[in-house]
Structures are given as structure tokens and as C-alpha cells.
């Protein structure tokens, strides 16, 4: 079994902090993982992405052709990575800073308002969050549990105040997806 996901969006918008925060939920449940990150020249305002690969078996090659999922944080991420998910998988779009004029039919489409949910919550980058949430229910390898360790590795030793909040916006992306 295996997920592969591209994460997009503007430097900023916390693209690499949510493909580690993947890796590190892999990590912690035995899978093989790859968490390459891929930067614009610039690092706030440029371009940036992510791919995450997790399996329960050996991962033969790094490069995702076609994902099975994507999260896209604004609509040139959209524009460019909309096209490389595979029939039948599923793209979360931050509907914020993405309007979507003729979407995909063949693929699944999860249009959620991110950044006016994490303004819910009082900051905009957490947006990121809102959108993992949404996708989890659609992931066949990491779930709630998982990523809430991985947050705690990653968040609770070096700004623990944080935690908490990256939680809810976690649930709320969720919470979204339920109705």
C-alpha cells in the first residue's frame, strides 16, 4: 500500500513544514518514506512544493509522475499540479486563494476555504493544517493519531504553544470534510 502525495503553494504558506510533518507521522508508524522538497529561488513569496511518498513496502524510485493525492494552497500551485493527479485520486484546494474555473471531473476535488478558517483561529498560516486535515480522511497510511505525534516531534519541544493550535486547524479541515 502506498501514498503519493504533492504538497504546493507560495514560500510561506508552510508547504515543507507540512511534507515533514507527513514524513514524520510515516516514520513513526514503521513506513518507508521520501520527503523531497523542492524550492523557488526565493523563500518567502516564491514558489515551493513538496512530495511525499509513504509505503508499507520498499519504495522503488523518489519521483512522483502522477500522485494520489494533492494539497494545492493557491492557484498557480493548482495550475501546475492539478494536471498531475491521477484519475480517481484527490486534490484539496485552499479556495481562499484558489477559485477554480474548470475543474478535473475524474479525480476527486476537496474546495476548502483554508485561510479564512485559520483567520477563524487568528493566523493565516495555519492554513497548511486546515488542508491536512481535509485530505487525512482520504490518506491509506496516516491518520489523526499519527500526525498528532509527529506535530509533538516536530512542534511541542521547540514552540509549544503551537501545538494545540495546529491541532484544531487539523480538526477543523476535518470537521469541513464530515459536514
Known amino acids: 500500500m502506498m501514498d503519493k502525495?504533492?504538497?504546493?503553494?507560495?514560500?510561506?504558506?508552510?508547504?515543507?513544514?507540512l511534507g515533514k510533518v507527513m514524513a514524520y507521522a510515516g516514520m513513526g508508524s514503521d513506513l518507508e518514506l521520501c520527503w523531497i522538497p523542492s524550492y523557488g529561488?526565493?523563500?518567502?513569496?516564491?514558489?515551493?512544493?513538496?512530495?511525499?511518498?509513504?509505503?508499507?513496502e520498499e519504495i522503488n524510485s523518489p519521483v512522483i509522475d502522477y500522485a494520489d493525492a494533492a494539497?494545492?494552497?493557491?492557484?498557480?500551485a493548482y495550475d501546475k499540479?492539478?494536471?498531475?493527479?491521477?484519475?480517481?485520486?484527490?486534490?484539496?484546494?485552499?479556495?481562499?486563494?484558489a477559485q477554480l474555473e474548470d475543474p478535473r471531473k475524474d479525480i476527486t476535488i476537496i474546495e476548502i476555504p483554508a485561510t479564512?478558517?485559520?483567520n477563524e483561529i487568528g493566523t493565516t498560516s495555519i492554513a497548511n493544517m486546515?488542508?491536512?486535515?481535509?485530505?487525512?480522511?482520504?490518506?491509506?497510511?496516516?491518520?489523526?493519531?499519527?500526525?498528532?505525534?509527529?506535530?509533538?516531534?516536530?512542534?511541542?519541544?521547540k514552540r509549544?504553544?503551537?501545538?494545540?493550535?495546529?491541532?484544531?486547524?487539523?480538526?477543523?479541515?476535518?470537521?469541513?470534510?464530515?459536514g
Open 5 to 17: 502525495v504533492i504538497i504546493a503553494g507560495f514560500g510561506g504558506q508552510g508547504v515543507m513544514f
Open 130 to 157: 486546515v488542508c491536512l486535515g481535509a485530505l487525512l480522511p482520504n490518506l491509506k497510511l496516516i491518520d489523526l493519531a499519527k500526525v498528532e505525534k509527529a506535530l509533538d516531534e516536530l512542534v511541542a519541544k
Open 81 to 97: 499540479f492539478a494536471p498531475r493527479v491521477k484519475p480517481g485520486g484527490v486534490l484539496v484546494v485552499n479556495s481562499s486563494l
Open 41 to 56: 529561488p526565493e523563500m518567502r513569496g516564491g514558489t515551493a512544493n513538496c512530495s511525499v511518498i509513504l509505503s508499507d
Open 71 to 76: 494539497i494545492v494552497l493557491n492557484k498557480p
Open 116 to 118: 479564512d478558517m485559520a
Open 160 to 178: 509549544p504553544e503551537l501545538l494545540e493550535t495546529n491541532l484544531t486547524a487539523i480538526k477543523m479541515g476535518i470537521d469541513f470534510i464530515k
